[in-house]
């Protein structure tokens, strides 16, 4: 395998920890994914650092919760209250489900292309890679609280009334939209490192992943909405 670990592959192997623990750490692994998300995943691979990355995905599960497209998929009548039940929970729970289903299709797609990685690596990948949209979280969750419905379709009044709302929230959603971009950038440098392959076989096996993700989801989408007769 191409990084040391014991056989349940849940930590690295002893002598693993001791030589990186006898060389010069790169940082802080949350400054240093932004920059270096190769040696930040590497270095996690190395040195067993993964408390972080469940809570990473579910904070991403909460952050998807807030992107237009999720509030669009299955409407319903705003209240703070119920649209604070589906992120809360909801989620929650999604964060928590993409963080075994995806790797696990990242380590599949990858071994098609000629990657060397299994799922525990790509886990590793994947999980660092989503504190962008974990950081967008803390702005979107204010602003959710604060303007409501108007954080997805603001009044065409905020034009002429409270024009800074509608910047805001106009480039709130641009910050989100980097965001996303940036997460998707971080996961593919993390695939090349932990598959050893190149930057557009990175970009093909996450879009292949995307696309077997998205087959099982538009089912429970479409399923949903004719629930609720939408």
């Known amino acids: 395998m191409p990084f040391s670990r014991d056989p349940l592959h849940s930590k690295p192997s002893q002598l693993s920890k001791s030589i990186i ?17 190769a040696g930040t995943v590497r270095e996690a691979l190395e040195t067993g650092n993964h408390d972080p990355e469940a809570l990473l995905a579910v904070l991403f599960g909460l952050s998807l919760s807030l992107l237009p497209a999720a509030y669009e998929a299955v409407p319903f009548e705003f209240s703070p209250m119920l649209y604070g039940m589906r992120i809360g929970i909801i989620g929650a729970a999604l964060g928590g489900i993409l963080l075994y289903t995806i790797p696990a299709l990242l380590h599949w797609t990858g071994s098609w ?3 060397d990685a299994d799922s525990f690596e790509t886990r590793c990948a994947y999980g660092w890679s989503l504190l962008p949209m974990v950081c967008i979280l803390a702005i979107g969750l204010p602003l959710l609280l604060r ?26 959603h641009y910050l989100e939209n980097a965001a996303c971009l940036w997460t998707t950038c971080l996961l593919i440098a993390g695939l090349r490192e932990v598959h050893h392959f190149t930057w557009w076989k990175g970009a093909v096996c996450l879009a292949l992943a995307l696309f077997l993700l998205g087959i099982p989801a538009a089912g429970v989408i479409v399923a949903c909405r004719l629930a609720l007769g939408v």
Request: hydrophobic share 40%.
């Open 147 to 172: 303007l409501g419905e108007g954080l997805y379709h603001p009044p065409r009044g905020w034009a002429q009334t409270a024009p800074w709302l509608l910047y805001g929230v106009h480039a709130y």
């Open 113 to 115: 292309l000629g990657g």
């Open 21 to 37: 623990h006898a060389s010069d750490s790169i940082g802080n692994p949350f400054f240093t994914i932004w920059f270096q998300p």
